[in-house]
C-alpha cells in the first residue's frame, strides 16, 4: 500500500536505480521525494538503503563544496524515523568512518559545520550504543574532535557526547560509555590546548565546565579523580603566561576546585583529592611574589577561588600575601577589588562552625595588616578600605561584636572618617607586623593597649627605690653625724695609733672592731635616727 502511495514520476526514477541525487535534482521530484520522506515508504527507505544510494549520501555528506540544498534533504533522510532501513545501513563502521572523514580539513575549515552539528548530535543521542562503540573502537575518530574544538559546531557535538556519558556511567551502563579513558580524550584536549591555545583554550574550558558541571555526580569524581593532577599540570603551565593566567585560574577554580568542595564529606575522595593539589600552594607562592601585577592578581584570584571552596588547609600565609601586595601594587584597582571579595567569602566562611576557629585568626591578623597597608599611601586604599569595614558592618558573622569593638578596628575606622591618619601611625608604631606563618589567637591581646600604662608603673618602682636609697642613706649617714661630734680627740689618736702600726694589719683590724663598738654605745644612748627623720 505504501508504495502504491507513491507518485509516480518518483516510483519511475526509484525503479530505473538513477542515483539519489536525481530525486532531489529536479524540482517535482524534490517535492515528491520530501512528501515521501516525510510520510514513510518501504520501497523508498529499501531504495535509500542501497549500496549506491547509500554512495550518494555519503558523497554529499563529506563534499567540501557547499551544497546546502543536497545536504538539507540528506540529513532529514537520515533523521527520519520512517526510513530505519535507510539509517542502519548509514550506522555502520565503514559509513561512520567515512562520514566522519569531513573532519580530515584543517581546523576552521569544516564544510557545513552546522548540519554537521546536527546529524551527529542526532545520532549520539538517539543511537548511543552503536555511536560509542564506534568511537571506543576509533581513537582517531576522537582525536579529529579535538583538532576541531575551536569550531562551535564540533564543540557542541562533544558536549552533546558528555552529558550522555555522564547520565549513562550514572546509572552503571555498560563499558561502552567510557569512551573518555579508552580514547585518551582528556589527554587529546589539553595537548591541542597546549599547541593552539588561541583559538581552542575558550572552548576548552567550556567542555570541561560540562564534564563537571553536575558537581557530585559519580562520573564527575571519578573524572576528577582520574584526570584533576593531568589538567592541574597543564593549567598551571598557563598560569605562568601573562595571556592565559587569569583564564587558568578561572578553569581551575571551576573543574578542579569546585567538584572537590562539593565533595569533601567523603573522605578517601577528599584525600585523593588533597593529593592532587599538593603542587597548588608553591605555584600560589611563585605568582604572589612575582614582580609583574597581572601574575599577582592571578595569584589573588586563586587564593580567593581556595578560600570560596573552604580549601583553607591550602592558604597557611596565602591571604596575608594578597593583603601585602596592596603594598606593592597600590593603584591597581583590578587587585583590591579581588581582595575585597576576599574579605567578604572570609565573613561569610564565618558563619561556618567546621571553620570558624582558622577564620577568626585569619580576620583578626589580617585587620592588623590592613591597618599598616593603609597607612602606605592610604589615599590609594581609602575606597577599598571603606568598602571592607562596610562589609564588617553589614556581616551576619558571630565574629562581628569582635571585630568591631577591637582597638584595630576603631582605630582604621576612625583614621578613615576623620581622613587622618596620625593616629593610626602612633597606634601601629606600637603593634609591629606579625612574621609570615604567625596569626593573633585573639586580637584584643594585641590590640589593647598596656604598653601605655607600663611606664607609669616602672616610675613608680624607681620612686620606691629612690624612697628606700635615700632611707638607707640617712641610717648609714646619722650613725656617722654621732660618732664625730661628741669625740673628736679620740678620733685624732686613732690616727696617730694607725700610722704608726701600719705595718700590723692584725692589730688595726682590732682597732676598726673598738671603732665599731664604740659607735654603738654612743648610738645606745642617742635617739633613733630613723624616727627623727
Not at 232 to 249: G, I, R
Request: hydrophobic share 40%.
Amino acid at each position: 500500500k505504501k508504495s502504491m502511495s507513491l507518485d509516480p514520476n518518483l516510483l519511475i526514477v526509484i525503479e530505473a536505480g538513477k542515483p539519489f541525487l536525481a530525486l532531489i535534482r529536479d524540482s517535482s521530484h524534490q517535492r515528491l521525494f520530501r512528501v515521501a520522506v516525510s510520510s514513510g515508504n518501504q520501497t523508498l527507505d529499501a531504495h535509500l538503503a542501497s549500496e549506491a544510494a547509500m554512495k550518494d549520501i555519503l558523497a554529499i555528506l563529506v563534499s567540501p563544496v557547499n551544497n546546502p540544498q543536497g545536504i538539507f534533504d540528506v540529513v532529514n533522510v537520515l533523521k527520519s524515523s520512517s526510513l530505519p532501513l535507510t539509517l542502519d545501513s548509514f550506522l555502520t563502521a565503514d559509513n561512520l568512518d567515512k562520514y566522519f572523514s569531513i573532519l580530515d580539513c584543517e581546523p576552521g575549515k569544516l564544510a557545513n559545520p552546522d548540519y554537521f552539528h546536527k546529524l551527529a548530535v542526532h545520532l549520539v543521542q538517539t543511537h548511543s550504543n552503536k555511536m560509542f562503540d564506534f568511537f571506543s573502537s576509533h581513537p582517531d575518530v576522537i582525536t579529529k574532535f579535538t583538532k576541531h574544538i575551536g569550531s562551535h559546531a564540533v564543540l557542541q557535538v562533544l558536549v552533546a557526547m558528555v552529558h550522555v556519558e555522564k547520565n549513562m556511567r550514572d546509572l552503571s551502563a555498560s563499558d561502552l560509555y567510557q569512551w573518555t579513558e579508552k580514547t585518551d580524550f582528556v589527554t587529546k584536549l589539553l595537548d591541542v590546548m597546549k599547541e593552539r591555545p588561541f583559538d581552542t583554550f575558550t572552548n576548552v574550558h567550556k567542555l570541561l565546565s560540562e564534564l563537571t558541571d553536575d558537581k557530585t555526580n559519580h562520573f564527575v569524581r571519578e573524572f576528577t579523580l582520574n584526570f584533576g593532577r593531568e589538567i592541574l599540570d597543564v593549567l598551571t603551565e598557563f598560569l605562568h603566561n601573562k595571556q592565559y593566567t587569569s583564564a587558568a585560574v578561572s578553569v581551575i577554580d571551576d573543574v578542579l576546585l569546585a567538584p572537590i568542595c562539593a565533595n569533601t564529606g567523603e573522605a578517601l575522595f577528599t584525600l585523593q583529592a588533597n593529593q592532587i593539589l599538593d603542587s597548588l600552594p608553591k605555584t600560589l607562592q611563585n605568582l604572589l611574589d612575582s614582580p609583574s601585577v597581572v601574575y599577582v592578581v592571578s595569584g589573588v584570584k586563586a587564593v580567593h577561588a581556595l578560600l570560596k571552596n573552604k580549601l583553607i588547609n591550602f592558604l597557611p600565609d596565602g591571604i596575608r600575601k594578597s593583603l601585602r601586595s596592596m603594598g606593592a601594587f597600590p593603584k591597581s584597582n583590578v587587585l583590591h577589588n579581588v581582595i575585597v571579595h576576599i574579605f567578604d567569602t572570609l565573613f561569610g566562611l564565618s558563619n561556618d562552625t567546621e571553620h570558624d576557629y582558622i577564620i577568626e585568626k585569619q580576620i583578626n591578623t589580617l585587620l592588623l595588616e590592613l591597618a599598616h597597608i593603609s597607612v602606605i599611601e592610604g589615599h590609594c586604599y581609602r575606597g577599598h578600605l571603606v568598602n571592607i569595614l562596610k562589609l564588617v558592618h553589614d556581616t551576619n558573622s558571630p565574629l562581628k561584636d569582635t571585630i568591631v569593638n577591637s582597638i584595630i578596628f576603631k582605630e582604621l575606622e576612625g583614621s578613615l572618617d576623620n581622613r587622618n591618619d596620625e593616629n593610626l601611625k602612633k597606634f601601629l608604631e606600637s603593634h609591629p607586623l606579625l612574621p609570615l606563618g604567625e596569626f593573633l589567637e585573639n586580637i584584643n591581646e594585641t590590640t589593647e593597649e598596656p604598653k601605655a600604662e607600663e611606664p607609669k608603673a616602672e616610675e613608680t618602682k624607681e620612686e620606691e627605690t629612690k624612697e628606700e636609697e635615700t632611707k638607707e642613706d640617712a641610717v648609714s649617714e646619722e650613725p656617722k653625724t654621732e660618732e664625730t661630734k661628741p669625740e673628736e680627740g679620740e678620733k685624732v689618736e686613732e690616727a696617730v695609733v694607725e700610722s704608726e702600726n701600719n705595718e700590723k694589719p692584725q692589730e688595726e683590724e682590732q682597732g676598726e672592731v673598738k671603732e665599731e663598738t664604740e659607735a654603738t654605745e654612743i648610738t645606745e644612748g642617742t635617739e633613733n635616727p630613723v624616727e627623727s627623720i
